[in-house]
C-alpha cells in the first residue's frame, strides 16, 4: 500500500496484486504493485517494476479496443496507478482459450474432454490451437480459488442475465480477436487471457486490466508451428513460467505445501521477463519510472481534484 488515505475516499480494499481506493463512491484508484501471485497465493517477495510494466500495459489496451466497448479507464496520473469509473462488477470472469494450455491443459491430459460446459476435441497436443476459440468462465472468488463454471450454471444461478450474458460473450469474442491482431503485428500469439465486466446503470464496462502478463499468455509466433510438430516447449511470454517453477518445487496452494526460496536472481529473473514482455507487446522500449511514495501520492490527489463531481 503505497499511501494510507486520500481525499474523499469512502473505501479500500486490498487484493492479490493491487489496492484499490474508492473515491466518493464514483471513481476507483487502483494501485498495481509489486506483488505476484500464483494458484492465488500471494508469493512472499516483490518484483522490480511489475506495477508499472502491468500498468502500463493495460493502459494501452485499454486505449486500444475503446471502439469494442466502453472501459473504465479515466486516467494514470502515475507509472503504477490508474483512476477510472466505479462498475458493479459481475461475480465472473470470462476467461478465453485460442490455444490448448495452462488450466484447460492440465483438465485435458487428466483425460477429461469438457471444460465449463464447452467440449474439446480429440487428438490435441498442448498449447495446440483450439478450432475455433473457447470461453470457459470462472467464478470470481473474492478469496480462495475462482472456480471453473459453464454458461448454463451462470444463467441458472442468476449471476448473469441471458442478455448480458449475450453482451458479454461477444465482448469477449472481440476483444480477443483485437488482442491477437496487436500480438500479431508484434510476432506473437495471443493464447489465452480474461476479462472482467461491470455496468453502471444499464451499460456494461470492461474493468481491470487485459492483455497483460498476469491475465494472458503469449507465444513467440516465430517457430512455433516447427516445435509443435517436432514437441519441443513453445517459447512463452507469461506468468506461466512461474507457475512451472512452483510446480516443479512441489508447490500449487494447496494446504500443507510451502513456497519455495525465491532467490534475488530468480526475482530478477521474473522482472526481466515481465519488461521483455512490455517491450515486445508494446514495441517500445520500457522506460523504467522512480517515484517515491510521497511524489505518487500528490499525483494521485492531483487526479482527484480534476474529477470535478
Not at 502491468?54 to 483512476?83: F, G, H, R
Not at 475455433?132 to 480462495?144: C, D, F, M, R, V
Request: glycine share 6%; charged share 25%; with cysteine.
Amino acid at each position: 500500500m503505497l499511501v494510507s488515505k486520500l481525499p474523499q475516499q469512502t473505501a479500500f480494499y486490498s487484493g492479490k496484486v493491487r489496492d484499490v481506493y474508492t473515491i466518493k463512491d464514483k471513481w476507483l484508484v487502483m494501485i498495481a504493485s509489486n506483488r505476484i501471485s500464483a494458484f492465488d497465493v500471494i508469493l512472499p517477495k516483490t518484483i522490480p517494476f511489475k506495477g508499472q510494466v502491468l500498468n502500463q500495459i493495460a493502459a494501452y489496451m485499454l486505449e486500444k479496443t475503446a471502439d469494442i466497448c466502453p472501459n473504465w479507464l479515466i486516467s494514470c496520473p502515475a507509472p503504477q496507478v490508474s483512476i477510472g469509473k466505479k462498475c458493479v462488477p459481475f461475480k465472473i470472469e470470462m476467461v478465453i482459450r485460442g490455444n490448448l494450455v495452462g488450466h484447460a491443459w492440465r483438465t485435458y491430459q487428466s483425460g477429461n474432454r469438457l471444460i465449463c460446459g464447452v467440449a474439446m476435441p480429440e487428438g490435441l497436443k498442448e498449447n495446440d490451437f483450439f478450432p475455433t476459440p473457447i470461453i470457459t468462465p470462472t467464478t470470481k472468488a473474492s478469496e480462495g480459488h475462482d472456480e471453473d463454471i459453464s454458461k448454463e450454471e451462470i444463467i441458472a444461478k442468476g449471476l448473469v442475465s441471458e442478455k448480458d450474458w449475450n453482451i458479454l460473450e461477444n465482448y469477449t469474442q472481440r476483444l480477443f480477436e483485437r488482442g491477437k491482431s496487436i500480438a500479431a503485428k508484434q510476432g506473437l500469439i495471443l493464447a489465452d487471457t480474461k476479462y472482467e465486466f461491470g455496468k453502471i446503470g444499464d451499460i456494461i464496462y470492461l474493468m481491470d486490466e487485459i492483455h497483460t502478463p498476469d491475465s494472458s499468455r503469449y507465444f513467440y509466433a516465430d517457430g512455433f508451428e516447427e516445435r509443435q510438430d517436432s514437441g519441443e516447449r513453445q517459447k512463452q511470454l507469461s506468468k506461466e513460467f512461474v507457475r512451472e517453477w512452483l510446480i516443479e518445487n512441489n508447490f500449487m496452494g494447496k494446504e500443507g505445501q510451502v513456497v519455495p526460496e525465491m532467490t534475488e536472481e530468480w526475482i530478477n529473473t521474473i522482472s526481466k521477463r515481465y519488461i521483455e514482455l512490455y517491450e515486445k507487446v508494446i514495441g517500445e522500449t520500457f522506460n523504467p519510472i522512480y517515484l517515491n511514495e510521497a511524489e505518487t501520492e500528490q499525483k494521485i490527489i492531483e487526479a482527484i481534484h480534476q474529477l470535478g463531481e
